[in-house]
């Protein structure tokens, strides 16, 4: 199947500080990727969809404005954590495809 | 809203025996249907779907079952090895490549 990657796997941050976590397409591309987040022992969350060229749409309860999201290419989706705090920990996983969606292998973020 | 609910939420079996979850939908215009195999600290991998004119799909030792008559779909895995250890997650959309509305999951344990 298609490769969907992320950077960084992990980072660890200071609260207040921004993080951007990278989405990449390796071998299709993507106009649309999905963004979602997990807490543990818990099911994905869907955060947003990014559409390239366009605005992201954004799922009900998720600030726009904290989780910025950027789809300037056909194969790489940005999300940005912007003044990240402790509650903002978790996995951050993204998906893309045409037919099928392939997922990420994640993003844990760690707000101290 | 559309949901999914997933059951059991734990499952321990023996090794070599058969393990089934099961979801349950509310949209009755669900038209694919999907389950994901996640590993800890990974992301979701996509391990078989179904269309809703299929009432069976098989993949070596793992099999997809869809009733749309009573909105519930069914994983079944036979013969079960310790790398079948995972949380399962199932997902529903009403077409390939839509967002997904997703179960809670089902963390599966092989027993030796």
């Known amino acids: 199947g298609a490769v969907v990657s992320q950077h960084p796997s992990w980072v660890i941050c200071k609260s207040g500080t921004s993080v951007k976590i990278e989405c990449r397409s390796l071998?299709?591309?993507?106009?649309?990727m999905f963004w979602y987040r997990q807490f543990p022992k818990q099911s994905l969350m869907l955060m947003a969809t990014?559409?390239?060229?366009?605005?992201?749409?954004?799922e009900q309860g998720v600030e726009k404005d904290k989780f910025l999201i950027n789809h300037a290419s056909l194969t790489l989706s940005t999300l940005t954590v912007t003044s990240a705090h402790p509650e903002d920990s978790s996995f951050y996983i993204c998906s893309g495809g045409d037919n099928e969606q392939f997922f990420g292998p994640g993003t844990r973020l760690t707000v101290l | 809203g559309e949901n999914v609910e997933q059951h059991p939420s734990t499952l321990s079996v023996q090794e070599g025996d058969s393990a089934v979850i099961k979801c349950t939908y509310s949209?009755?215009?669900?038209?694919?249907f999907l389950w994901y195999k996640q590993e800890l600290g990974k992301g979701p991998q996509l391990i078989i779907d179904?269309?809703?004119n299929v009432g069976e799909k098989k993949d070596q030792r793992i099999a997809v079952t869809l009733n749309k008559t009573a909105k519930h779909f069914s994983l079944h895995i036979t013969e079960t090895q310790p790398e079948d250890s995972a949380v399962y997650f199932c997902?529903?959309?009403?077409?390939?490549?839509?967002?997904?509305?997703w179960g809670a999951g089902t963390k599966l344990i092989i027993k030796p």
């Open positions: 071998d299709f591309q993507a106009t649309t």
């Open positions: 997902a529903a959309s009403i077409r390939r490549n839509y967002q997904l509305i």
């Open positions: 990014s559409n390239e060229g366009s605005k992201a749409t954004y």
């Open positions: 179904i269309r809703s």
């Open positions: 949209d009755s215009a669900s038209n694919y």
